[in-house]
């Protein structure tokens, strides 16, 4: 470890794999009484268990980002963290909020109430002062890497992941407009949640990614900066008007049927190029970096990100054919598989390239890692397939044919058993995952040893 203020990011990725662990957790519940309906119905009812494992997704994800920049920023710059005090009294405040999200929801607490209880809007539930909380914890945060950077050496990586957290934090603040027309509410709503995971989130994972390729393969820092700045300019162009795939069917003008369909279907050029840049930096790449396992979930990033953001989204983006699959399992498909390509493994891949450096180790339990990659990844994908069988299946039924939701639900049992199944898979796999990044299996470096973890560039 080259820079004292970089173990910041330590505390952070341990309390994200907390919340990892409670998020997928939550699912394999929910997944569980869509087998059995009444499975904690009155205790813990299914749309609490929904608002629990999407919210401990999105917050993990974000303490990933967060301590993912506290650990590369220092390098990058040449310098210390301006302010590791600020970090961690940021992380107080959005772990502080996490805990009220998290007895609000399942207390029902202050229902109705405009500051205290919970909102109805799907992903940005949180109760109002949690709102407030998060907006002056991303303040403290921007405040913090921005001198950082302003005050040390300025790169390409830097920069861009710059500009993703600065897009990040301002476009939550649509979270705080909730007007009382229906359509206004879900066209600004959708700023925070299209433009979060289709837009600036994007830029963040080029950044993060391009981090971790220099680090991982050796390849000239010129050469992977011209990637980046492509890859950035195609997400922000399609991103931005990709958006309007959501406006198909909420009461906006007619015109967004085209917007949408053209410039969403282009958003899989990204994720393609993405993935392009991995392999071809691992092709041309002269370093034999000893942390295999970080490599593997950097390539596994870019892959699952592109069938899963990218070619499952393709499929039902257009307007013609989302007229019929909006809002059935296709959709539940291509979320489940885009997230965990996109974000999630992007998060363990920098976890795993971390830990070794941060405790001061070899990459340890780097078999146990790997066998986790593949459990996590092979049960996501199973799931994706069997959703999209039976999205396919669900639309036909429903949307064609006409018969009633939950008579159409019953016939998909089947398909939600085995849902179920891939999801245990991908719990084991996470829990094997945080086994190994947790749990040590050699003893500490010698010093002079340390240097083989952090080659230079």
């Known amino acids: 470890m080259k820079y004292e203020s970089q173990k910041i990011a330590l505390i952070y990725f341990v309390a994200a794999l907390v919340l990892f662990a409670v998020q997928?957790?939550?699912?394999?519940?929910?997944?569980?009484?869509?087998?059995?309906?009444?499975?904690?119905?009155?205790?813990?009812?299914?749309?609490?268990?929904r608002m629990l494992h999407t919210n401990s997704l999105i917050v993990w994800l974000l303490l990933g980002f967060f301590g993912a920049a506290y650990f590369l920023l220092p390098e990058e710059a040449e310098r210390e963290i301006h302010s590791p005090f600020l970090a961690y009294l940021q992380l107080a405040i959005l772990l502080l909020g996490t805990a009220g999200v998290v007895v609000t929801y399942v207390f029902d607490l202050f229902h109705g109430n405009i500051l205290l209880g919970k909102e109805g809007r799907e992903f940005i539930e949180q109760p109002l002062w949690v709102k407030l909380g998060i907006i002056v914890a991303a303040l403290i945060f921007l405040y913090n890497v921005t001198l950082t950077v302003l005050k040390g050496k300025k790169t390409a990586i830097s920069n861009v992941l710059l500009i993703g957290l600065w897009g990040l934090a301002l476009l939550f603040l649509f979270a705080l407009y909730n007007p009382e027309n229906l359509s206004l509410d879900k066209m600004y709503w959708w700023y925070v949640v299209h433009l979060w995971v289709e837009g600036v989130w994007e830029l963040i994972m080029a950044a993060i990614l391009a981090y971790l390729l220099l680090k991982l393969t050796g390849v000239d820092r010129e050469v992977v900066e011209k990637w980046l700045y492509v890859i950035v300019a195609t997400s922000l162009i399609t991103g931005i008007l990709g958006t309007g795939h959501h406006y198909y069917w909420i009461g906006t003008p007619a015109y967004w049927q085209w917007i949408g369909s053209i410039f969403s279907s282009l958003e899989v050029i990204p994720f393609f190029l993405m993935m392009a840049f991995s392999f071809v930096m691992v092709w041309k790449g002269s370093?034999?970096?000893?942390?295999?396992?970080?490599?593997?979930?950097?390539?596994?990033?870019?892959?699952?990100?592109?069938?899963?953001?990218?070619?499952?989204g393709f499929m039902?983006?257009?307007?013609?054919?989302?007229?019929?699959?909006?809002?059935?399992?296709?959709?539940?498909?291509?979320?489940?598989?885009?997230?965990?390509?996109?974000?999630?493994?992007?998060?363990?891949?920098?976890?795993?390239?971390?830990?070794?450096?941060?405790?001061?180790?070899?990459?340890?339990?780097?078999?146990?890692?790997?066998?986790?990659?593949?459990?996590?990844?092979?049960?996501?994908?199973?799931?994706?397939?069997?959703?999209?069988?039976?999205?396919?299946?669900?639309?036909?039924l429903q949307r064609v044919r006409g018969e009633y939701f939950m008579d159409v639900q019953d016939q998909l049992s089947l398909f939600y058993v085995m849902r179920f199944g891939s999801g245990v898979v991908v719990v084991i796999g996470a829990l094997l995952f945080i086994y190994a990044i947790l749990v040590p299996r050699r003893e500490l470096v010698a010093p002079g040893k340390q240097a083989a973890l952090e080659p230079a560039e």
């Open 316 to 396: 039902h983006t257009l307007h013609g054919i989302n007229y019929y699959t909006h809002g059935t399992q296709i959709t539940a498909a291509h979320g489940h598989l885009a997230f965990f390509g996109a974000y999630v493994s992007l998060n363990l891949a920098i976890f795993t390239y971390a830990f070794p450096i941060l405790r001061g180790r070899d990459p340890y339990n780097q078999v146990l890692n790997m066998a986790s990659f593949w459990l996590m990844t092979g049960g996501m994908a199973f799931m994706t397939f069997v959703l999209t069988f039976a999205g396919a299946i669900q639309t036909h």
């Open 287 to 312: 370093r034999d970096h000893p942390n295999k396992a970080a490599l593997l979930w950097s390539l596994g990033t870019t892959t699952v990100a592109f069938f899963g953001a990218g070619v499952w």
């Open 24 to 49: 997928v957790s939550g699912g394999l519940l929910a997944g569980w009484i869509y087998i059995s309906p009444n499975t904690l119905s009155e205790l813990l009812p299914f749309n609490i268990v």
